[in-house]
């Protein structure tokens, strides 16, 4: 299995990316596999909270998995994406789904961390978006970031691509993180928080969960509705996103 899931105590269920030989990025399987869990979860009333995390120390998730082939259709106007699945609001799960992250988590996960209601690293954590060294464009994941911070960091995460990093502190200065814990400690520190939520009506809390949503789904909708036209304008061909990719530079400031 792809994807393990743990029954924590008292409502919370631990959900871990295990893929830790590919930094846990996600394969058509693991796609599959989330999607599936989260209808799942949906349906499964003696789980009222998720948290969410990926397995060993080196990375949360790093994305599409470079070796997932995805045949696209012809229509300029098409778009498959298989991680436009993999979040809980897509399987419209209102339970608060925490996530954890320790080590790298860049591209593709950012469409896990934009469906979180909240995130918790460690001071190892750190965020990058590869896309634009690679001749992509960063449509869905900069929409999920532009959501979650201010738009100008947004922007220079996205933008510096692979030369930079963004730091645990400054993703917890900027409000994309709220807590902070030593290395190692995401999991056990999001655990605390799920089981408080956990411990309140069921009702209240998904309510609440709705409620925020709500705030910013018609900003929210409007990019997602653009950003396969984006794509499909602004990408590169296959075989020079994988030359780019081959000749990458693997020195990157940490900010």
Same mark, same amino acid.
């Given at each position: 299995?792809?994807?393990?899931?743990?029954?924590?105590?008292?409502?919370?269920?631990?959900?871990?990316?295990?893929?830790?030989?590919?930094?846990?990025?996600?394969?058509?399987?693991?796609?599959?596999?989330?999607?599936?869990?989260?209808?799942?979860?949906?349906?499964?009333?003696?789980?009222?909270?998720?948290?969410?995390?990926?397995?060993?120390?080196?990375?949360?998730?790093?994305?599409?998995?470079?070796?997932?082939?995805?045949?696209?259709?012809?229509?300029?106007?098409?778009?498959?994406? %298989?991680?436009?699945?993999?979040?809980?609001?897509?399987?419209?799960?209102?339970? %608060?789904?925490?996530?954890?992250?320790?080590?790298?988590?860049?591209?593709?996960?950012?469409?896990?961390?934009?469906?979180?209601?909240?995130?918790?690293?460690?001071?190892?954590?750190?965020?990058?978006?590869?896309?634009?060294?690679?001749?992509?464009?960063?449509?869905?994941?900069?929409?999920?970031?532009?959501?979650?911070?201010? +738009?100008?960091?947004?922007?220079?995460?996205?933008?510096?691509?692979?030369?930079?990093?963004?730091?645990?502190?400054?993703?917890?200065?900027?409000? $994309?993180?709220?807590?902070?814990? %030593?290395?190692?400690?995401?999991?056990?520190?999001?655990?605390?928080?799920?089981?408080?939520?956990?411990?309140?009506?069921?009702?209240?809390?998904?309510?609440?969960?709705?409620? +925020?949503?709500?705030?910013?789904?018609?900003?929210?909708?409007?990019?997602?509705?653009?950003?396969?036209? $984006?794509?499909?304008?602004?990408?590169?061909?296959?075989?020079?996103?994988?030359?780019?990719?081959?000749?990458?530079?693997?020195?990157?400031?940490?900010?």
């Amino acid at each position: 299995m792809t994807v393990r899931t743990q029954a924590a105590g008292d409502g919370v269920t631990l959900v871990t990316l295990d893929r830790p030989e590919r930094h846990n990025a996600i394969d058509l399987a693991t796609a599959a596999r989330l999607s599936a869990l989260w209808r799942d979860l949906r349906r499964d009333d003696s789980v009222r909270v998720v948290v969410l995390t990926g397995a060993g120390d080196r990375a949360f998730c790093t994305g599409l998995d470079r070796a997932a082939r995805v045949p696209q259709p012809a229509s300029p106007y098409s778009l498959d994406d %298989p991680l436009l699945t993999v979040g809980p609001k897509a399987a419209d799960l209102w339970k %608060p789904v925490v996530a954890a992250v320790g080590g790298m988590a860049c591209g593709g996960a950012f469409y896990l961390l934009g469906e979180a209601e909240f995130i918790v690293a460690s001071e190892n954590a750190t965020f990058f978006d590869p896309h634009t060294s690679y001749g992509m464009v960063s449509a869905y994941e900069s929409l999920f970031m532009a959501q979650r911070m201010p +738009v100008g960091e947004a922007a220079r995460l996205a933008l510096m691509g692979t030369a930079e990093r963004l730091s645990a502190r400054r993703a917890y200065e900027i409000g $994309l993180v709220s807590e902070l814990t %030593p290395p190692g400690g995401a999991v056990t520190a999001a655990l605390r928080a799920a089981a408080v939520i956990a411990s309140y009506p069921t009702e209240a809390v998904q309510g609440t969960v709705r409620a +925020v949503w709500a705030a910013k789904e018609a900003a929210r909708e409007r990019a997602l509705a653009l950003a396969p036209h $984006l794509i499909s304008l602004g990408n590169l061909p296959p075989d020079r996103q994988a030359g780019l990719f081959a000749a990458r530079d693997r020195e990157y400031r940490l900010r």
